[in-house]
């Protein structure tokens, strides 16, 4: 559903105004209504509004003197003004309008085919860059975000080696010391324990490495890696997970893209973990028609906030964007609401995307 703009619309003559307000009707815009200069630079200021439709020959302050009053505010500097002349205009009279900053003009008697296509094209052009600001301003907001998780990340990545790893190795260097300051006979029982923490310090790592980057996403697939990360997180929270795959034969997805499924699956289970006190989780991965990916994350839990599910930016934390972001760099649609009970997150990405790799393994088995 398209957001609405605000179009105002100025001319001294109430007649006029109903005129244009019934031809504008039909765009489906928020339509505000001026009678004079000053009524004009209120509603502008008071107002986000995407297009002007001023009359020129109005009393007090004309249209090519509103124009100008309107452009010297840095706020309306690239907003559209449309003149409306019920007298023949020189081409002195539209060069002055169009130095004024009016970006177009119509004559009376009106054609409403006409000015509607006009009035149209400029809110469009306004709906669209807001759009864009709303992006960028998302994106910068995002990028902030992430380098504040790249920062926290390593500040956890570097605690876990302090913490673990080199506890661990302070832990061999220390029996092995006692095993030299020992009768030799002993140097053997103090090597089998170095070996014991050396064991147990190599897990560790081995499980930060899994978590960091599972292999089994580049050697086997993303259906492998995400049964190992299901199962993973049944073992550490208690939470039952089950994973759905639709077909049975999934085929394997590009790699970036099988990348930014995991990921998503990942951090949607993050968030059940943390913060939707729920008892089970389920993940389905689909194939629809046309080829259609469909990835699915729902839980039993508490559910989502009304703001959460509208993707509210001032409501949503880095995680959902984060995830958000990943569908929308694959023509993916991300959506997330309330299941009653618990959350449903839904992602989906168009064929050209999913069928990827599918069809280059297909071409590489025909040549």
């Known amino acids: 559903m398209k957001k609405k703009v605000n179009i105002l619309i100025v001319d001294d003559q109430p007649s006029k105004l109903l005129g244009y307000e019934v031809i504008l009707a039909e765009l489906g815009e928020n ?24 009359d020129v020959n109005m009393p007090e302050v004309d249209g090519f003197e509103l124009a100008r009053m309107v452009r010297q505010h840095p706020r309306f500097e690239h907003t559209a003004i449309i ?31 006409l000015l509607r296509a006009k009035v149209s094209v400029f809110a469009e052009l306004h709906r669209k860059s807001r759009q864009l600001e709303e992006l960028n301003a998302e994106l910068r907001q995002l ?21 673990g790893l080199g506890q661990e ?17 002993r140097l053997k029982e103090s090597v089998i324990e170095a070996m014991t923490i050396i064991d147990r310090a190599t ?21 492998s890696a995400l049964r190992w990360y299901l199962d993973g997180l049944t073992k550490r929270s208690g939470i039952e997970s089950a994973l759905d795959v639709q077909p049975l034969e999934f085929p394997r997805l590009a790699p970036e893209l099988e990348t930014a499924v995991f ?32 990835i699915t994350v729902k839980d039993d839990g508490k559910g989502i906030g009304d703001q ?53 393994l297909l071409a590489s088995a025909k040549g």
């Not at 729920?278 to 389905?284: E, G, P, R, S």
């Open 263 to 294: 990921r998503i699956v990942q951090e949607c289970l993050t968030n059940v973990f943390r913060h939707a006190e729920a008892h089970k989780a389920w993940v389905t991965l689909a194939l629809r028609e046309k080829g259609q990916l469909a």
């Open 308 to 360: 959460v599910a509208g993707l509210r930016p001032d409501s949503v934390g880095l995680g959902i964007r984060g995830m958000r972001q990943r569908a929308m760099e694959f023509g993916g649609e991300f959506r997330i609401s309330n299941a009653n009970p618990g959350a449903l997150v839904e992602i989906l990405i168009p064929r050209t995307n999913s069928s990827l790799q599918e069809e280059s």
């Open 203 to 223: 897990m560790g790592l081995r499980s930060m490495s899994h978590l960091l980057h599972p292999p089994l996403l580049d050697e086997v697939g993303l259906l």
């Open 169 to 185: 190795l302070a832990g061999i260097k220390m029996v092995l010391q006692g095993g030299l300051e020992q009768d030799p006979t």
């Open 83 to 113: 003149f409306v002349s019920a007298v023949h205009l020189t081409d002195l009279d539209r060069l002055k309008g169009y130095q004024l900053g009016g970006v177009d003009y119509v004559s009376v008697p009106i054609i409403p085919e």
């Open 31 to 54: 339509l505000i209504q001026a009678t004079s200069g000053s009524d004009a630079l209120h509603q502008l200021l008071k107002n986000d509004i995407a297009v002007v439709l001023m």
């Open 143 to 163: 990028s902030s975000g992430l380098l504040a998780a790249q920062d926290g990340e390593r500040r956890r990545i570097a605690r876990e080696l302090h913490d």
